[in-house]
């Protein structure tokens, strides 16, 4: 087999919907637009390519290990994820710093996340925001007038704090006119009955189990808003698509949205504020309401820092920089 120019490893199977598999064949996919041999894996079996990219300091720290036995010279480019920045380093993981020692260059999606990586290893960062990969048909259906529908598109993980927006929506219970719809796969059987309990407890709210890929932009632009409710992300697939789409976020003001959205942005809520949520909710409980006019203004502004090219010219800046190194 011929030598691959890159290899993109993530840490689930590539054709999965976890985040980390979907972003790594998007890194493939702009990475290979100026012509170069890429490919997405699971981990990393012995394949012979110069450059490997591998995503999630602590789970792929068995392919990073593999690949610098393997080749000691060629580069390897870790891209840090939000477990790694968020979750694993604080909680004082010995494999996330493992990894970051091993990589010749660390990337981050978003610059707010510079600081959460190790002073020691901090020079080697690039940050390269990510492009939003995403089947939009020709014709999308705009949102009702009523009900009154949020979205959220997001696995039930802890991380994510899934029913904070469903104890949101609770303590309105004088706007009927208000859905709440949640669409990810229940990845602990008791977040699963928990789920159950909600939609049991609030009629107005629905979970669902995660959709394929070819439906989420309609799903997305049919709604007033989406709400992106994290404690700890590294940069929401998520929020990158309803940018893209030019559908108002409601999102916690964490480093990764920040960078996302702007600092600036109106529609922030601190994490596990259920109050200031409701709050928001209230706000946009009209289809004209002005938050939600702003908040589409204020994407538009955005919308530009996401495009396939933006990050295509990214990770060619940095591969060319990683190569004139060899």
Known sequence: MATLDVIVSSPFPTDSLQGNSISARRIASRIAAPGLAVQAVHGYADQDARILVALHARRS??????????????????????????QDLPAGRPEPLEAMRLADAIVTYQSASVQDVPGA????????????ELPVPARLPPPPRTPITFTILAHLREAKDPF???????????????????????????????AEAWMRREPRYHWSEQRPRDEI????????ATINSGRSEGGS??????????TPVLATAIPANIGFLGKNYAGFYRAGDI??????LDACRRPDSPLLETLRSQLRERASLFSASAETAGWIALLDSLAARI
Do not use: C, M, Q
């Open 61 to 86: 720290l068995p392919a990073i290990r593999a690949f610098r036995a393997r080749y000691p010279l060629r580069p390897i480019i870790l891209v840090a994820t939000g477990t790694d920045l968020y």
């Open 121 to 132: 290893y901090r020079h080697k960062v690039t940050t390269i925001l990510k492009s939003v």
């Open 164 to 194: 904070l927006p469903a104890a949101a929506l609770a303590s309105l219970s004088s706007l009927p006119e208000l859905r709440l719809e949640h669409f990810g796969t229940a990845l602990d059987p008791d977040l699963r009955a928990s």
């Open 217 to 224: 932009a309609a799903i997305i632009s049919s709604s007033h």
């Open 237 to 246: 697939n998520a929020v990158g698509e309803s940018i893209l789409l030019g």
């Open 275 to 280: 109050p200031a949520l409701a709050a928001l």
